[in-house]
Antibody, heavy 117, light 107 residues
Framework: EVQLVESGGGLVQPGGSLRLSCAAS????????MSWVRQTLGKGLEWVAN????????HYVDSVKGRFTVSRDNAKNTLYLQINSLRVEDTGVYYC??????????WGQGTLVSVSS | EIVMTQSPATLSVSPGQRATLSCRAS??????LAWFQQKRGQAPRLLMY???TRATGIPARFSGNGSATEFTLTISSLQSEDFAIYYC?????????FGQGTKVDVK
């Protein structure tokens, strides 16, 4: 059974940083693209970034370029999202997803990021 | 960026009745469209991809149609567990983008 478990969310002040993690199990992590998708009150569901199975290709949505960094450790079956310079509008639930042929086939339960002073 | 527009925002349907949800892309996306279902407090769940292919375990009462810019998701006979929010998403062009959702509630 595919399992994706996010962690690392929390309450942070504007300008702060967080590192989100997504622990994967039940499939061969090193052979799949992975995505981060967030859900905010302002924009609804928003694809944020994805990363190729070997980490060699990464895409970001424009609104997070320069602030978010996605990475992965295939030895640990873990996906990461480093979020810097947090803004109030980044508040939301962050999901990781396993991608198959560009489709978000499986999702984690999400981790909540709250940005407030 | 491709804008995905869903209609209606809310669809009120009686159990056992048919529901038809629409999704329009601001430019052609071929058949690179997925549908997701989201219930309160849960992550989205993949229903359909490539416009009309059901994901694993999705009942046959769900069907998808369309190509280019116009797409539909039909639920042939609504069951109690189908009342939820439905989102379309295009994966033809970066950045991948979602529609704003259609809420299907009980009439």
């Amino acid at each position: 059974e595919v399992q994706l478990v996010e962690s690392g969310g929390g309450l942070v002040q504007p300008g702060g940083s967080l590192r989100l993690s997504c622990a994967a199990s039940g499939f061969t992590f090193s052979t799949h693209w992975m995505s981060w998708v967030r859900q905010t009150l302002g924009k609804g569901l928003e694809w944020v970034a994805n990363i190729r199975d070997d980490g060699g290709v990464i895409h970001y949505v424009d609104s997070v370029k320069g602030r978010f960094t996605v990475s992965r450790d295939n030895a640990k079956n873990t996906l990461y999202l480093q979020i810097n310079s947090l803004r109030v509008e980044d508040t939301g639930v962050y999901y990781c997803a396993r991608d198959i042929h560009s489709v978000h086939e499986d999702w984690g339960q999400g981790t909540l990021v709250s940005v407030s002073s | 960026e491709i804008v995905m527009t869903q209609s209606p925002a809310t669809l009120s349907v009686s159990p056992g009745q048919r529901a038809t949800l629409s999704c329009r892309a601001s430019q052609s996306i071929s058949s690179d469209l997925a549908w997701f279902q989201q219930k309160r407090g849960q992550a989205p769940r993949l229903l359909m991809y490539r416009s009309s292919t059901r994901a694993t375990g999705i009942p046959a009462r769900f069907s998808g149609n369309g190509s280019a810019t116009e797409f539909t998701l039909t639920i042939s006979s609504l069951q109690s567990e189908d009342f939820a929010i439905y989102y379309c998403q295009q994966y033809n062009n970066w950045p991948w983008t979602f529609g704003q959702g259609t809420k299907v509630d009980v009439k």
